[in-house]
């Protein structure tokens, strides 16, 4: 299964590292969402409470998890059984959802504690939860994760998939006249072979969400656009998952009692509290991501090629040494 390994060690880099640069924002967003009595101003010395133990434990798990179930599933939708890319995309980023998102919830749920101000670090509030809880208290609110978490990366790879494809579409005619040219080199030079395979993978590539034709500029645009219009869907369940955790007594309210108490007490525009830097935070988190993504998957791939090179042309030598002491 190619190319599954690479995608998987790129989400992992990328998330980790786009999660680092944007922790603060998503913990205001928290912060936000958390106080029910109107939004408290920034609260600085809470914005990077839990900072390394929530990034090393959740985002580049996560994201490492999400990619490899992923590219997975992909390969064996498209490669052995025959179906589109296109088609793919739902039902792959589905199977791969469930599982990145339980990685996810433990360090979802010390975050939470850390930024609210319950615990004074990110290492208190693993002691308070192991204490207090036990492992099950990491998974306090899952369920409501589950519901968030696996919408959102759905919707978000859809849309992502469908916008790449109407740029491509878009931009089709000036793409199209290169590759044309490029095939009418090929045959002057190489023949038809060369052409036909230059048509080979030139069908491939496009059939790529994040295929050669997208530039990492290109890639994480499209998916600062997706990230906005899926964070917008999904922020009352975010909510009501930030509640849920922070909730004082234990065990914590379901889903749908919390979601009901909120509206009770304090009116639906509750549930879009936090709505403005939720749309930020992912939109930014779309377009920092995408684009190291594909800059790191790019940077992987030509390495492994270098690598397979070697390896033939060491093979090669070796044939050809062979032959020498046959002939001797």
Not at 83 to 88: D, K, P, T
Not at 118 to 125: F, I, K, N, P, R
Not at 151 to 170: D, E, H, S
Request: charged share 20%.
């Amino acid at each position: 299964m190619p190319g599954i390994k690479r995608e998987a060690a790129a989400g992992a880099i990328a998330g980790f590292a786009t999660d680092a640069v944007l922790y603060p924002l998503d913990a205001h967003k928290t912060h936000k969402q958390y106080f029910p009595s109107g939004s408290p101003g920034i609260r600085w010395n809470l914005l990077y409470r839990g900072f390394l133990p929530v990034l090393v434990t959740g985002a580049g798990p996560c994201y490492g998890t999400f990619f490899a179930v992923n590219e997975s599933v992909k390969y064996l939708l498209t490669e052995k059984l025959g179906l589109s890319q296109s088609f793919s995309v739902f039902p792959s980023s589905v199977a791969a959802a469930f599982p990145a998102a339980m990685v996810y919830v433990p360090a979802d749920t010390i975050k939470k504690r850390a930024v609210t101000g319950m615990d004074t670090s990110g290492l208190s509030a693993i002691r308070t939860i192991a204490k207090t809880q036990g492992i099950s208290g990491f998974y306090v609110g899952w369920r409501a994760n589950m519901a968030r978490d696996i919408p959102f990366t759905t919707i978000k790879m859809c849309f992502f998939q469908q916008a790449c494809l109407l740029y491509q579409w878009v931009r089709r005619p000036k793409t199209q006249t290169r590759l044309e040219a490029g095939r009418n080199r090929g045959n002057v030079t190489h023949g038809n072979t060369n052409s036909n395979a230059g048509k080979n993978r030139s069908s491939n590539d496009s059939d790529s969400p994040t295929s050669p034709e997208l530039s990492p500029t290109e890639a994480g645009w499209i998916g600062c656009a997706s990230g906005m219009a899926t964070a917008v869907v999904t922020n009352p369940i975010d909510v009501v998952n930030t509640r849920i955790k922070t909730h004082p007594t234990t065990p914590a309210p379901g889903v749908l009692a919390m979601a009901s108490t909120i509206v009770r007490a304090e009116g639906v525009p509750a549930l879009f509290s936090g709505l403005a830097p939720r749309v930020v935070f992912k939109g930014l988190t779309g377009l920092l991501f995408w684009g190291m993504h594909r800059r790191v998957s790019n940077f992987l791939g030509s390495v492994l090629e270098e690598r397979e090179g070697d390896v033939q042309m060491q093979t090669h030598r070796g044939r050809r040494d062979e032959r020498k002491l046959a002939y001797q």
